[in-house]
């Protein structure tokens, strides 16, 4: 009885908005987390892309647990990947991909489409943003063949060894068994 | 600043090939944590210790003339019925070694109290350790008078002093409950207990063979055995006191024996103080059923359950082929001498599927993902809060002050990336040595720019209150947090701007750095409510402010 009592009370305040709290406003949705966006920076190799840029924003993606996170660890992403200041291709497709840092492992997002966008998921702690102009559209390749048009580390890339410099400049390195 | 380390390879350095502890040996009796052997001290922190007091419960006690510590039994309660808990000092073994530590009711965890939803039952509690307390019914949304927050509710009950709590229980759920008092000390140390809230409706959760409890829990070792807690405030402000011994229900090798195509409900609650698990059972189907305060919208199956300090998961299991299943802890860890991530993978306990099998039916019922249309139903009216815009908005920070020269220039140096979680003590020296003195947790209201317990924050009853929260990444050295709201409900409404379709009810969710969190809490309750993070060393650096509720219809007492 004290719980169908509780929702009774609660209930009358569910469909007004709060007497003492602002009137509700249209929401702005937050942005991705711009700490974690991957900043898409040109090769200078592909005619008409020399001024690209880009960016790679990722977000979790849905998980009932709020964090997606798989078995091993790893985080689980949605990446959507925003280009600009590139022309279209004379020929082929730009593609995007996702890849380890040691190239081992590589994922095609998708192609971008006529606004420079792409989109796909990633599930590996580090990784790489890269696109290339393909010869073709492929939704089954496993890999690039084009050259590289831009390319982006994520941020977790960015975790630096201390070994060596730094606070640690003055200890002896091999003395803790690095080279 | 120190590499982080897998649990088991922190107890192998415990066991043996430890680090040098440079002179923290016994200094103010304090003892530096356990480290990899190949990681350095930074320069100017070879023999540093916190500058606090170290604190062992019992000091000069002989652990052997204590009563040897007993593993939960459930309590099966009914509206009106008594419970009396003693808070003790107990003497408990782990790993072939006697500990003084805390218990309730001499019990680790303590008693399993099982109650009907709906019932209000008494516990009367007494404090015989040596320092003060309080128990907080965490989750349950209870008068505010039995809520145990020291200095908000109710004086804290000191030394050989009783405190009655009227515990009603108005959601079906699995709770729990710990001290609201150093709790960075006590419920490490044994003080936490489950509340298990059973609906009347038998069909509430699906079919299952059996129910059984996880407590989560890590504990903080070497090998003289538990490494001090600050007396005067607590140690690792910074990123809360990792354990680097993993407990399951306190037992260091927890075991389940499962028969084949058994179900086993799992009611999980993550006690550490600031571990956030990643509980894996390779080689069996998990259902993710429930979570704090009731079911999700949907099941689902799930591949592992990532646990904040404090939350709870109800999970579904299915043991389908003989053999020991594991239970792990499997994170991504982060070794920073060298700059990299390493898979970090504990065994917590093992399940052993042998003989003949279970009862088909139930197994069978396990393949079906349940569509709870009620709590669809009841989330519809809440769902349309996702598009207004927010009534308040947090944001998370940190402020650090008289930390040695050398710590604040390897922070400021290890900022080129900061994880959305830490899952491991990547820097323990460093953490260790950082008191709540030292460190200031911040929740900031944006539009006053109230901190803390400056925020000044009032409701009444009814009212459906939105909460915007972001984990400033760009702050000093920041870190995720599970937000815990006191005595009320919420729903994660979005995240990142994304709409959560599978709502439930929570009182603490994680809120990972670089995240915007939105929540809705209804204010249904009212008194005086605590909001903060539930690492305890956060709370106790600051992270926290309470508000109110006012029942118009009914003014406050006194």
Known sequence: ?179 | MHIALTATLILAAAQGGQHDMQGADGKGGWRMPPMAPEMPTLPGLVGAVPPVGAFLPGEGLDAAKLPEARPSSMVSMRNGDTLDISVSLVRRELRGKSYVMYGYNGQYPGPLIRAPQGATVVVRVTNEIDLPTSVHWHGVRIDNRFDGVPGVTQAPIEVGESFTYEVRVPDAGMFWYHPHSREDVQQDLGLYGNLLVTSPDEDYYGPAHREEVLVLDDLLMDENGLIPWGRESPTHALMGRFGNVMLVNGQTDYQLDARPGEVVRFYITNVANTRTFNLVIPGARVKLVASDIGRFERESWVESVPIAPAERYVIDVRFDELGEVPLLNSVQAINHFRGTFYSSVDTLGIARVAGEPADAQVSEAFEVLRQNAAVSTEMEAFRRHLGRAPDFELETSVRVTGLPLDIMRAMEVDTLYVPPVEWNDAMPMMNWLSTADQVTWILRDRASGAENGEIDWSFAVGDVVKIRIFNDPDAFHPMHHPIHVHGQRYLVLARDGVPNENLVWKDTALLPVGSTMDILVEMSNPGEWMFHCHIAEHLHAGMMFHFSVVDEESPPRG
């Open chain 1, 1 to 179: 009885m004290i719980w169908i009592h509780l929702l009774g009370v609660a209930g009358a305040g569910f469909c007004s908005a709060p007497a003492a709290l602002p009137a509700a406003l249209p929401a702005l949705p937050p942005p991705p987390p711009e700490y974690y966006e991957v900043a898409l920076v040109s090769t200078g190799r592909v005619p008409g892309t020399r001024q690209a840029e880009g960016t790679g924003s990722v977000t979790f993606l849905p998980s009932p647990f709020g964090l997606a996170v798989g078995p091993d660890g790893s985080y689980r992403y949605e990446v959507r990947v925003q280009t600009e200041r590139m022309l279209p291709p004379e020929r082929g497709v730009y593609v995007a991909w996702v890849t380890t840092p040691d190239l081992d492992r590589v994922r095609r997002l998708s192609s971008l489409d006529a606004a420079g966008m792409a989109h796909g998921t990633v599930e590996w702690i580090q990784f790489l943003i890269v696109v290339t102009l393909e010869p073709s559209m492929n939704p089954e390749a496993q890999g690039w063949e084009g050259p590289v048009v831009m390319r982006g580390v994520s941020r977790s890339g960015m975790l630096h060894t201390m070994a060596g410099h730094g606070p640690f400049q003055v200890e002896n390195c091999g003395s803790f068994g690095f080279n």
